[in-house]
């Protein structure tokens, strides 16, 4: 696994320092790996890779190089037919 921070992502909208340092912090304890890089660097480092593959999220994904596999974020709760009126009924479909 390695953590990623894709330049032209946040172009727009600079995180300050301390942020930062907090996002590093937390994405050092899932990856010793951390890439700061745009998306010609990025594509630069995956040429020959076999495969690529991330989870896909609506502020990174349009700016991944061609050839990455974005796959749909997992579930952790199925999908329920009609809206719940209150967080415990929804609780008893989903965990029932």
Request: glycine share 6%.
């Amino acid at each position: 696994m390695v953590g990623l921070i894709l330049k032209e992502a946040h172009a727009h909208q600079p995180w300050g320092s301390r942020r930062w340092a907090w996002v590093q912090a937390r994405m050092a304890a899932l990856s010793p790996r951390l890439w700061v890089l745009d998306r010609a660097g990025l594509a630069a480092v995956l040429t020959g890779a076999a495969r690529v593959r991330t989870l896909a999220h609506p502020h990174i994904s349009p700016w991944l190089p061609e050839g990455v596999q974005a796959l749909p974020e997992p579930r952790h709760f199925p999908a329920l037919e009609h809206y719940c009126a209150s967080f415990s009924k929804w609780w008893r479909q989903v965990s029932g």
